[in-house]
């Protein structure tokens, strides 16, 4: 357990000035990631006093003014969230943010012993959480509910796979029930989905996805445009709602965005959502994917239930959903926003590189969709944003993290170069 101080004028130590500190202490777990930073700047602007926990050592969201003080923890395990959990103890924290699967389920693992010091941790309790980390109990309640979904099994063994895959036809999705699946010891990773193009294909895709007892989905492939809603539930009602358009994706097949930009909440996927969302009893931030092909109604995809990558964008328009969601856990009145500003446009940077690593690395294998040349994505990267577009790390008030960012960047590019071999 230890401080990081971070070497730069005006930092703020955990330990410095105690009387300026408010009470309502935040912890930001996942500290490297671009949510935190939103959430750290977010928070700090709210009056709260805001800590950084992470396994790496220089976390993105520590570069930021209004991180008070840093915890380093060594891995993502429970070991190592519980030297977290001291540490919060110990500065006296008493809301806990994990902005991630794996580190919601770890937070949710030993959940107990983080109430017992009086913490709250904000996200949703098992097995609520589970409706949203299962994809299957996702599908299978969209299904119930009279959301849309793309053709699904559910197959428990190689035999079901195999017959599902036929009952759906080639080419089909082979996908990990969780980004991480707790086995009871530890969390294994999600390895991604796969597009098989035939059976010669499929038992490969099928084990190499398997997390412990839980088979992949087998799943039709939609075309259309990934779409999504977001909001913060209390208690399965939404307070807020947001949606924004996405101009780019970080991986050309589909993922998150690397360029985006607000727009009107869709009637039609807030209604799905709403009513997912509402039969779920979900409580905290979620996001609803759905694929549009403009035609047939949405079909819903997953649901996220936590912060999301391009939390940025929604705080930049007008929608500030960590103060939202952080209010909501300390018990305050919410006041939630009455509108946003659309056609807010935000760009991450790094995120546009990754985009163009996976351009020059090729389609996936049996990817069966349209897929940008090289040529584009060089146009992408290097010619002129849309009209007003922002840099998501850039803050002129906080400028630190922009320097993070391109130190955090050239690192993920390397390591992404290395696995591409």
């Not at 969390?187 to 597009?195: I, K, N, R, S, W």
């Not at 018990?331 to 790094?350: E, F, I, Q, S």
Request: charged share 20%; glycine share 10%.
């Amino acid at each position: 357990m230890r401080d990081i101080r971070r070497p730069r004028p005006g930092t703020v130590g955990a330990h410095t000035h105690p009387q300026r500190l408010v009470p309502d202490r935040v912890l930001v777990l996942d500290g490297y990631s671009n949510a935190a930073l939103a959430c750290v700047r977010s928070l700090g602007r709210a009056g709260y006093t805001v800590f950084v926990a992470s396994h790496r050592r220089w976390p993105l969201a520590a570069w930021s003014r209004y991180c008070a003080g840093t915890c380093w923890h060594a891995e993502e395990t429970l070991q190592g969230f519980a030297t977290a959990r001291a540490w919060a103890h110990a500065h006296g924290v008493r809301i806990v943010l994990p902005l991630t699967e794996l580190a919601c389920q770890l937070c949710n693992a030993e959940r107990a012993q983080w109430e017992a010091l009086g913490m709250i941790i904000g996200c949703a309790p098992e097995p609520l959480a589970l409706r949203a980390f299962d994809k299957a109990q996702t599908l299978r309640l969209a299904e119930a509910c009279g959301v849309e979904i793309p053709l699904t099994r559910y197959p428990a063994s190689l035999d079901e796979c195999r017959a599902a895959a036929n009952a759906i036809g080639y080419p089909c999705i082979v996908k990990p029930r969780f980004t991480a699946a707790w086995n009871g010891l530890g969390l294994v990773p999600d390895p991604g989905l796969c597009y098989v193009a035939s059976a010669a294909e499929l038992d490969h895709a099928v084990l190499t996805r398997r997390q412990g007892s839980h088979w992949p989905l087998i799943q039709r492939f939609v075309p259309g445009q990934g779409k999504g809603v977001f909001t913060v539930c209390d208690q399965g009602r939404p307070v807020a709602w947001f949606a924004h358009e996405r101009l780019r994706d970080i991986r050309p097949s589909g993922s998150g965005s690397s360029l985006r930009r607000s727009v009107a909440v869709d009637p039609r996927l807030r209604l799905r959502a709403e009513r997912l969302l509402e039969a779920m009893q979900w409580h905290g931030p979620a996001m609803v994917e759905f694929r549009d092909d403009g035609v047939d109604a949405p079909w819903l995809m997953e649901v996220n239930g936590r912060f999301w990558g391009s939390l940025q964008l929604s705080i930049a328009a007008g929608c500030d959903f960590p103060r939202l969601w952080v209010d909501l856990l300390a018990g305050k009145v919410v006041d939630p926003p009455r509108a946003y500003r659309d056609g807010v446009t935000v760009r991450w940077l790094w995120g546009d590189v990754k985009r163009f690593l996976y351009i020059v690395a090729g389609p996936p294998r049996g990817y069966p969709g349209a897929y940008p040349s090289v040529a584009r994505g060089l146009q992408e990267l290097f010619g002129r944003q849309p009209a007003g577009t922002r840099l998501e790390v850039w803050d002129r008030g906080d400028k630190w993290p922009a320097i993070a960012e391109w130190v955090e960047g050239v690192r993920d590019v390397l390591i992404q170069a290395f696995k591409s071999r």
